[in-house]
């Protein structure tokens, strides 16, 4: 039968040598005894080449701590390995009774690791408590991906910004995830979302973008409570950061108007986002499963005429009147590319023409029957297509154009055979 020495009072509280280090770590205190009672084994292990025959015992109401040394009471000329085995002799000191086969626990006092251990102690010690510290960080984080945070500016770099938040967490603002128009001084507040945690060498790194169109969903979702309490939805976010964004939304409740409730009173909700996001202008349209009307509703300004779905291939071809066209396609052609990245199809956009549009020709088509001097003359008012040139009267055309009579003869002839022959 086992027998244990009585044990020896030792007031040495590891618990409290650490806790200003377990405190700013954000470490459970359980979690904490079992990282002390690992160093211990660690530190052992490598003053007598194993740990097996000790136990480490840490009480995690005072934080005492006591080590014991196990080891087989062998006969005294079997003696091989002092580490795992007693001889009886030795035994027998501690207590006449003990036999040979039954095991020996002695208590190891803390001073008889030496100043050295117990530097690599410490030093093991803390640093598994930063591996922790940094497996805790990555693990939280990471279920943190696509949330609303705030944070402070603590260092401006020019790939890149350092923030820190109210846990003085590091976070990076990098510069392709910053809005354009962004600028920022030390000590300012930024808000951003969660992108993604970087752990390369287990060296986490969270990293913050105001690019991403789930920041704008976010926003929404703090501005706006309908969609917060879930009576709203956002069924697509488009956005070209800093200068223009699009988001479908739609309700579940008939007697709510998403846009009007997205836009807020005289656009109280709105405007809040809008100076968030450096003036970005934002369109909010009706969600609708109808995709012909959905994409009509994101080419908005727009009004199109007509429209014809590939829905195998995701293209649409749009015809558009004349003067609708500029507006589908917007300024550097960021309407149109925003209503095809909210919809997921290839838009192509048609300029709709009467059938006499559709005959008319361009007058450098004429170019080896007309002179070139002729037609630059007549495009310079604004004939431009041999229809244009027809619809003038002869006075006009040799008046504005500055032709002779005959000239302009020529040319109407030569325009008006052309039609003919078309026609026949």
């Keep these: 039968m086992a ?7 030792e007031r040495i509280n590891l618990i409290e040598i650490f806790s200003d280090f377990k405190e700013s770590k954000n470490i459970d205190r359980n979690t904490m ?6 160093s211990f084994r660690n530190v ?14 840490i009480n995690p109401d005072n934080g005492d701590f006591e080590i014991w040394h196990n080891r087989v009471v062998v006969a005294d000329d079997e003696l091989t390995n002092p580490q795992l085995q007693i001889s009886l002799s030795e035994a027998q000191q501690i207590d006449e009774d003990y036999e040979e086969g039954e095991e020996v626990t002695k208590k190891v006092h803390f001073s008889e690791f030496g100043r050295r251990a117990i530097l690599n102690l ?3 010690l803390a640093s598994r408590i930063m591996e922790l510290q940094k497996e ?17 500016v603590y260092q401006i770099w020019k790939k890149e910004i350092l923030l820190l938040d109210d846990e003085n967490n590091e976070m990076l603002l990098p510069k392709q995830e910053q809005i354009p128009t962004d600028f920022y001084r030390k000590g300012e507040t930024v808000r951003a979302v969660i992108e993604r945690v970087d752990n390369k060498n287990n060296n986490p790194k969270i990293i913050l973008s105001r690019t991403s169109s789930t920041f704008l969903e976010r926003l929404f979702e703090l501005e706006v409570p309908e969609i917060h309490d879930g009576l709203i939805s956002i069924r697509g976010v488009a956005r070209i950061p800093g200068e223009r964004a699009k988001i479908a939304v739609e309700s579940y409740d008939d007697r709510i108007d998403p846009v009007g409730a997205c836009v807020g ?7 809040g986002i809008v100076r968030e996001l450096r003036n970005e202008n934002i369109d909010v349209i009706n969600y609708t499963p109808n995709i012909s009307l959905y994409i009509q509703r994101a080419l908005s300004p727009a009004k199109i ?22 507006l589908a396609i917007g300024k550097n052609g960021n309407n149109i590319k925003l209503a095809s990245m909210l919809t997921g199809y290839q838009l192509d956009v048609f300029r709709e023409t009467d059938a006499e549009e559709e005959d008319d020709i361009y007058l450098d088509e004429f170019m080896d029957e007309i002179d070139e001097w002729v037609i630059n003359a007549l495009k310079s008012i604004g004939c431009d297509t041999a229809r244009d040139v027809l619809a003038l009267s002869r006075e006009v055309l040799v008046e504005k154009a500055d032709l002779e009579e005959s000239t302009v003869d020529e040319v109407l002839a030569i325009l008006k055979a052309e039609f003919e022959e078309t026609e026949n």
Excluded: C, M
């Design 44 to 57: 052992i292990a490598k003053l007598y080449g194993t740990d097996e025959q000790y136990d480490v015992i």
């Design 265 to 271: 009173v005289k656009g109280s909700r709105i405007h």
């Design 3 to 9: 027998k244990k020495a009585a044990p020896v009072e």
């Design 136 to 152: 805790n960080l990555y693990a939280r984080f990471s279920e943190l991906v696509g949330q609303l945070v705030s944070a402070e």
């Design 305 to 326: 005429s007509s429209i014809r779905l590939d829905e195998e291939n995701k293209q649409a071809s749009v015809w558009l009147k004349p003067e609708e066209v500029s």
């Design 122 to 124: 410490r030093q093991t």
């Design 33 to 38: 005894i079992n990282v002390i009672v690992d």
